[in-house]
C-alpha cells in the first residue's frame, strides 16, 4: 500500500469514523463541510487518491461509497432512523421522519438484527425519573408493549414519551415526574414503539 500524506490520513480516519459510527460512509458533500474544502472536488480528488492508494473501495454513482473494507462493523450493527424529536412532556403533534441515522449495536440491547427499529430524540423532563432527560435519543422497537414499559404513544392524534399501563384492562400513560399528570385516550391510542435502551452524549 503506497504510503499517505497527512491530509489523506485525516480523510480515511474520518470515512472510518462515519462508517463505524453510523454504518455507513460520508457523502463528498460531508467531508467537503467537514474539513472545510472550499468545493467538493477537493474531496473527491482525496477519494480518489484513497481508492488509488488501494485504503477505501468506491462505487460509481453512489454518494456514499468511499468504504474502508478492512474496517470490522460489528454482526448486529446498523444505521437506525432518527425521527424528529418527541415529547417527554405534553403530547404534541405526531413524529415526522427524518434523514438522520444513528449507528446502533443491536446485540447489545439484546434485540435481534432484523428487528424494526427506529429512535427519536426526547424534548422535555417528563420522564426524568425513568432516568430520561431532555436531549437524550431513545431506541424503539415497533411491537406490542407489555404492561410497565416505556413507549412512544400516539394518544389522540398527538405523539409522547410516557410508561404504559394498565387499569383493569384499560391502557393509560404515566410520566415519570409528579408535575405531569396521567393521560387517558379519549378516543386512540396508538403505541409507535417501545423503549429498548438509550443513547446520551457525553458533554
Known amino acids: 500500500?503506497?504510503?499517505?500524506t497527512a491530509r489523506q490520513q485525516e480523510v480515511l480516519e474520518f470515512i472510518r469514523q462515519q462508517q463505524q459510527q453510523t454504518g455507513f460512509p460520508?457523502?463528498?458533500r460531508e467531508i467537503q463541510a467537514y474539513f472545510g474544502f472550499h468545493s467538493q472536488t477537493a474531496a473527491m480528488n482525496h477519494l480518489r487518491a484513497l481508492e488509488r492508494k488501494g485504503v477505501i473501495n468506491?462505487?460509481?454513482?453512489?454518494?456514499?461509497?468511499?468504504?474502508?473494507?478492512n474496517l470490522r462493523i460489528l454482526p448486529g450493527f446498523r444505521p437506525i432512523p432518527v425521527l424528529g424529536q418527541i415529547p417527554?412532556?405534553?403530547?404534541?403533534e405526531a413524529l415526522e421522519w427524518s434523514s438522520a441515522k444513528v449507528g446502533v449495536d443491536l446485540a447489545a440491547f439484546g434485540v435481534e438484527s432484523g428487528a424494526e427499529v427506529f429512535a427519536v430524540r426526547v424534548c422535555g423532563d417528563s420522564m426524568i425519573g425513568a432516568q430520561i432527560a431532555d436531549g437524550d435519543t431513545v431506541?424503539?422497537?415497533k411491537r406490542v408493549p407489555k404492561n410497565g414499559e416505556i413507549v412512544a404513544a400516539l394518544i389522540d392524534g398527538e405523539s409522547t414519551l410516557k410508561r404504559y399501563l394498565l387499569d383493569r384492562g384499560e391502557p393509560f400513560l404515566k410520566a415519570?415526574?409528579?408535575?405531569?399528570?396521567?393521560?387517558?385516550?379519549?378516543?386512540?391510542?396508538?403505541?409507535?414503539?417501545?423503549?429498548?435502551g438509550l443513547l446520551r452524549r457525553v458533554p
Request: hydrophobic letters at 45%; glycine letters at 6%.
Open 1 to 4: 500500500m503506497a504510503e499517505l
Open 26 to 28: 460520508p457523502s463528498s
Open 58 to 69: 468506491r462505487t460509481p454513482g453512489k454518494a456514499r461509497s468511499a468504504v474502508d473494507p
Open 88 to 92: 417527554a412532556g405534553m403530547p404534541s
Open 139 to 141: 431506541l424503539l422497537q
Open 176 to 196: 415519570e415526574n409528579p408535575l405531569y399528570p396521567d393521560l387517558l385516550p379519549a378516543a386512540e391510542l396508538v403505541i409507535q414503539g417501545v423503549m429498548i
